[in-house]
C-alpha cells in the first residue's frame, strides 16, 4: 500500500471512529490565544527562521477561564485555525474519564502558517501533496458525510477501561463486516437507544452495532508532554470481548494503528486528537450533553474536578 492511499484509508478510518452534532455558538475571539510566532526566540545562524510558541508561555500568557470555557462547543472550536486548535488543547486537562454516550464531531487540521495568513488547505492535503493534495481536499465534504451517514458516536465503558464506536446498521458498513453464515458465532454487539434521546435522533432505528473497540488509560500526549492525556488505543483491540477482525481490525496494529488521545474543556465536552501510526490526521471533539447539564454550571462556580490522568505541575498551580 502506497503512503499516500495508506493516509488516505487512515483518514476514511477515523471519519467511520468519529462523528457531528449540530450545537452552535458564537465564535472564539482571538484574545483567547497568543500569537503564533515567538518573537522572543533568535538562531543566530538562520535570522530569518521564525518559532512557533510554545504551550507552557501560551498557558502563562492566556490563562483560560471557566467561564471562557463554558462558551465553548463542538462547534465553535471546529472553526478554529490548527494553531488556535492546539493552543487550547495544550490548556486543558484530562479531567475524568468518560462514562456513557458521547456524540462526536471530527474535523479536519486548517493551515495557518507561522505568518498568520495560511491558505486554509487542510493537514492531509499538506500530507499528500501535489494533485492527491487538492482531490484529497475535494473529498474531505465527501468523507464527513460518509462519517455521519455511518458513525454516530462512541460510548465509554468506564469501569472497563474500554471503549466502543456505535454505527448504523447499512449497507456500506456491511460489506467490511463479517457476517458468515450459518449465522455468526460471534455477532456485533448492539446497543438500544431511544429515539428521543438527543443522541438516539442521529440514527435510523433504536438498535447500533457497537464496533472498533479500544482500551482506555492515562498516558503522554503525543504534542504536549507536560501532562497526560485520556488515551483510546485500538493498537490491542483484539484483547477486548467481543471483538471481530473484520471490520475492527482496520484500526488495530494490524491495520491502520489508530491511536486518540483527548482532554476535557468542561463536563460533557472533550477535544482529541487522531493519530495513526503516530502521525496526526484530525482533530475531533465528544459531546455528552445529559453530563454538560449535570455537572457545567458546578464547574463554572469553580467546584473541584476529577482528575484522572495526571495534570501536570503548571495546570496544579494554575489551579490554585
Sequence with gaps: MTSALRTASAAFAAVLLLGAPNLLAQPLPDNLFAPIEDTTLKDPDNPAKKFRIDFARVEHMVPLTRQQRMGMTPEN???????????????????????????????????????????????LQ???GGLAGRAAGRGIDVLEKLGRELWKGKVFFRDQRVLRNMIDDEPA?????????????????????????AIGRRFLTETVWLLFPAKLYCGQSLVDGRRESVIVDYNYSDEIDGY?????????RGGLRIRDEIRMIRPGFYLGR?????????????????????????FARGDAITEDCWP???GRKAAR
Design 77 to 123: 472550536v471546529k472553526e478554529l485555525t490548527q494553531e488556535k486548535v492546539d493552543q487550547l488543547y495544550g490548556r486543558l486537562t484530562g479531567g475524568p474519564i468518560p462514562d456513557g454516550q458521547y456524540a462526536g464531531d471530527l474535523f479536519f487540521s486548517r493551515g495557518d502558517g507561522i505568518s498568520g495568513d495560511g491558505d486554509g488547505s487542510t493537514r
Design 173 to 197: 458498513i456491511r460489506v467490511i463486516t463479517d457476517r458468515p453464515h450459518p449465522p455468526d458465532t460471534n455477532p456485533p454487539q448492539t446497543r438500544q437507544v431511544p429515539r428521543d434521546s
Design 126 to 128: 499538506e500530507i499528500l
Design 274 to 298: 487522531a493519530y495513526t501510526n503516530r502521525a496526526f490526521l484530525l482533530n475531533f471533539t465528544l459531546y455528552n450533553e445529559e453530563v454538560a447539564n449535570r455537572d457545567g454550571p458546578a
Design 312 to 314: 501536570g505541575e503548571q
Design 244 to 252: 471481530r477482525p473484520s471490520p475492527d481490525s482496520l484500526a488495530g
